[in-house]
């Protein structure tokens, strides 16, 4: 977005008119004459045209649009609200999953019936239903990353080896498989790299949450006794953050909150006065690379810049469908809501009429709104809320005040370096005459003040601020909003303003270094009185024409 509003457009360009075409225009003689020019004013100074085309490429393509389907002109900002990726959604916490396996009676007494040397041989299954927070009831996980981290404590006098055996976890179709060997009384610690490894949870295809450990041990005796009892306690920890992808039902877990802020550009110069559009909306686009529907809301929609109108409810913001799920991996599920005046409380435009620089968006996020269904997620997956205010110039502007501020080097403009033949001890005044076809439904009244570097006031020039300088194109408010024409410009209307500026005005702008002018310009649509509604088309155009008359008193 450009740092120039809009309605400043046609006085900066009358500046610029001015300061950028008088310099040049010196070098002429006093017996040039064009055709089509009044006598008395016969040096053009400048001449343009512009249409809305002009104007739109000028600003940025992405707030400043022509939608070809409406046929109006619009500012649209673009604001991602809301944005969850996989890692966000943290749905499957580490687990941790103990059991023990001892030594009943009658096996320690055949432990220690044994020579010393010999070998007691047992196997023993573990199963463990994983329990998940929010419910989640998961069948597969990959992991990309992360580790199965083993500890064992052994309450036995004797040494063991052997085998920790989880078949369901396999790395390119072999199970993981710990050797294992504990010193008596002792403990161990073992950490193996989940990496590109498979957990199945489904025992078999039909089930979920479902994990078979096997242990198979061999106990060296080494004549202490043991007693029923001994044995061994597993810990394993496994890290299900570190994730590829999951498959499965993920759960329901709290909704996530989220705040974020749209910059509204068009009424930052603002400075007094209504803009009130008609038709303004967001269009929300959700975006889902996730195999999981979900619930957005807007618990609100604020502008903490406004006096009356603060916040922005009703049936738009939280009658929004629901998000539907990628149909597979690599895919993009695509949601779109608009929320429209009609369906806001006070009406979108009521909130925007007051012109706020920006609004804040609370939203609000819930996974599997629907309950227990299938689920996939990637470590790549995410969901993106985008809002789209989109403002199209089907509206009124009432007394709308503006003001910028641009730079100048008036020394430099007005040839006061020696160049040329015309030095400005010769000139007695300027007498300017700006003529301008108004194809545009605005008429603008406004004021021009040249300042020093510190924003110091030298001088004022050109526009009476009582009256306008451009009239508004003619249109017919007479026909009902269901005409073709209603809100369209038909005619151009002409307005022709003189002004002068004298050597001794010429010389303060010198003398005191002008650097800076101040544009301080007030618009109002036609029939904005009324509050009759305008429509901006690509075909509207303003003609411009400067040219200039300089009585001199140079001696030859």
């Known amino acids: 977005m450009k740092n120039t509003s809009t309605w400043l457009v046609y006085p900066i360009i009358l500046v610029f008119l001015i300061s950028g075409c008088m310099r040049e225009e010196f070098i002429l003689n006093d017996q040039l004459s064009v055709s089509g020019l009044d006598p008395s004013f016969a040096i053009p100074l400048g001449y343009t045209t512009l249409n809305l085309g002009d104007i739109e490429r000028a600003f940025d393509s992405e707030n400043f649009i022509y939608n070809e389907q409406e046929a109006v002109f619009a500012f649209v900002y673009r604001q991602e609200i809301a944005r969850l990726s996989a890692s966000d959604l943290a749905l499957i916490s580490s687990q941790d999953i103990g059991f023990e396996v001892v030594l009943s009676d009658g096996q320690a007494t055949a432990l220690n019936a044994l020579p010393v040397g010999q070998t007691f041989e047992f196997s023993y299954p573990a199963e463990i239903d994983l329990t998940f927070e929010n419910g989640p009831e998961i069948e597969t996980v990959t992991f990309n990353a992360g580790l199965l981290a083993l500890n064992i404590a052994s309450t036995l006098p004797q040494n063991a080896d052997g085998t920790l055996t989880i078949p369901a976890l ?42 078979l450990v096997n242990v198979d041990l061999a106990i060296a005796s080494s004549g202490a006794p043991a007693s029923g009892g001994d044995g061994f306690s597993f810990e394993l920890t496994f890290d299900f953050n570190a994730f590829e992808s999951i498959y499965g039902y993920l759960g329901t877990p709290p909704a996530y909150t989220y705040l974020d802020t749209q910059f509204v550009d068009l009424f930052k110069n603002l400075i007094d006065g209504t803009l009130f559009f008609a038709e303004p909306r967001i269009d929300l686009t959700i975006a889902n690379t996730s195999g999981i529907p979900f619930e957005i809301n807007l618990s609100g929609v604020f502008a903490p810049e406004n006096q009356v109108e603060t916040a922005l409810g009703g049936p738009d913001l939280t009658n929004i469908p629901t998000i539907i799920a990628a149909p597979n991996p690599g895919l993009v599920g695509t949601t779109v809501h608009t ?98 076809d108004n194809g545009l439904p605005i008429e603008m009244f406004g004021q021009v003040y040249f300042t020093d570097s510190l924003y110091n006031v030298i001088d004022s020039l050109y526009f009476d601020s009582n009256s306008a300088f451009l009239a508004s194109g003619f249109i017919d408010f007479s026909l009902p909003p269901s005409h073709p024409d209603h809100g369209r410009v038909l005619s151009e209307t002409r307005t022709i303003r003189d002004s002068e500026l004298t050597r001794d005005e010429i010389t303060v702008l010198l003398n005191e270094s002008a650097k800076k002018v101040i544009l301080k310009a007030r618009s109002n649509t036609s029939g904005a009185g009324s509050q009759e509604l305008v429509r901006f088309y690509p075909e509207y155009e303003l003609k411009m024409k400067l040219s200039a008359k300089i009585d001199t008193q140079i001696e030859l």
């Open 170 to 211: 396999t790395l390119d179709g072999t199970p993981l498989q710990i050797p294992i060997s504990v010193s008596a009384n002792s403990t161990l610690e073992i950490e193996v790299d989940l990496n590109n490894y498979v957990l199945d949870l489904t025992q078999g295809g039909s089930g979920f949450n479902y994990l």
């Open 339 to 436: 929320i429209t005046s009609q369906g806001t409380i006070p009406s979108l435009s009521t909130v925007l009429q007051e012109g706020p620089f920006e609004l804040l968006y609370e939203t609000n996020v819930q996974l599997n709104p629907q309950g227990n269904i299938q689920n996939w997620l990637l470590d790549s997956s995410y969901l993106a809320c985008t809002a789209e205010l989109f403002l199209p110039f089907y509206c009124y502007a009432d007394n709308f005040a503006v003001a910028d501020t641009i730079d100048l080097d008036f020394e430099s403009i007005l040839g006061n370096d020696g160049e040329g033949p015309i030095d400005w001890q010769d000139v007695k005044r300027m007498q300017l005459r700006l003529v301008a």
